[in-house]
């Protein structure tokens, strides 16, 4: 499902086949397959197939690039303070428990409340939003790694902190980053299309799932195709990278293997 959708949205540019921002009145809330339209139109008569496709790729980015920058920093944070412990590890705790203290997406939507509604300042609240659960999924784990006999054997020939975390530690939480980064890409797509209908993500007249679902809301009843494509797109993404992330679990989990 996920490599369907993404296949798709990265072939926008030859697969769409109308501008994704061009209106038709005259075809406002064609259905679907009338008018030449194979997905129908909007409340403005733009081809719902070209502006999913396109719409793909802002939501898939959105989720792609605020995992990886939540990725970044928040494993950097976890291990560091797993490993070291101390006052760095009892601060960096802290802080995370009061950022996980907060909804979310509320959260997001001060973060974005602050910066200016706009798609980076989105990525960014997001971003951010996900550094706790990095951090302190992280954290749980070297906290156990680091105890471990082979970790114990590579400060014992006279390694650096750095070399054990790199030699030794990392490659034995690799598998949980592998696993966590799928979730959270599901996670910040959501979060990135929740923020776009309410308006502080992607902005008018930009093709994006979550401002498509913003948009076409009030017109339910009148075009429901508006509302469940868009959706339908968010739910298949979402729960076919939760499947993929189940998927790597299992195969990565050394424990479920004879």
Same mark, same amino acid.
């Given at each position: ?62 989720? %792609?690039?605020?995992?990886?920058? /939540?990725?970044? =920093?928040? *494993?950097?944070?976890?291990?560091? !303070? #797993? ?90 939480? %690799?598998?949980?980053?592998?696993? /966590?980064?799928? =979730?959270? *890409?599901?996670?910040?797509?959501? !979060? #990135? ?66």
């Amino acid at each position: 499902m996920v490599l369907l959708v993404v296949v798709a949205s990265a072939g926008a540019r030859w697969l769409a086949p109308h501008d994704p921002i061009a209106q038709n009145l005259a075809a406002r809330f064609a259905g679907i397959g009338e008018q030449g339209y194979i997905l129908g139109s909007d409340s403005f008569g733009r081809d719902m197939l070209s502006r999913l496709l396109w719409g793909g790729q802002t939501s898939l980015l959105i989720g %792609l690039i605020a995992s990886v920058a /939540a990725m970044g =920093v928040g *494993v950097t944070l976890g291990v560091v !303070a #797993g490993y070291r412990g101390g006052w760095f590890d009892t601060i960096t705790m802290r802080v995370v428990e009061m950022l996980l203290a907060f909804p979310y997406i509320l959260l997001a939507v001060v973060i974005v409340g602050a910066l200016g509604p706009g798609l980076t300042n989105a990525i960014i609240a997001v971003a951010i939003t996900n550094v706790p659960f990095y951090a302190r999924l992280m954290r749980g784990i070297v906290v156990t790694v680091k105890h471990q006999q082979f970790v114990e054997a590579t400060i014992a020939v006279g390694a650096n902190d750095l070399h054990v975390v790199r030699a030794a530690i990392f490659p034995a939480v %690799l598998p949980y980053v592998i696993v /966590a980064f799928t =979730v959270s *890409v599901a996670w910040l797509i959501l !979060a #990135g299309a929740s923020l776009s209908f309410l308006g502080l993500g992607a902005q008018p007249p930009s093709p994006e799932w979550g401002a498509m679902l913003a948009e076409s809301r009030q017109y339910v009843n009148i075009a429901p195709h508006t509302v469940l494509l868009p959706g339908l797109m968010l739910f298949l993404v979402a729960v076919g990278l939760n499947l993929f992330g189940d998927a790597l679990r299992d195969g990565l989990d050394v424990t479920l293997k004879d």
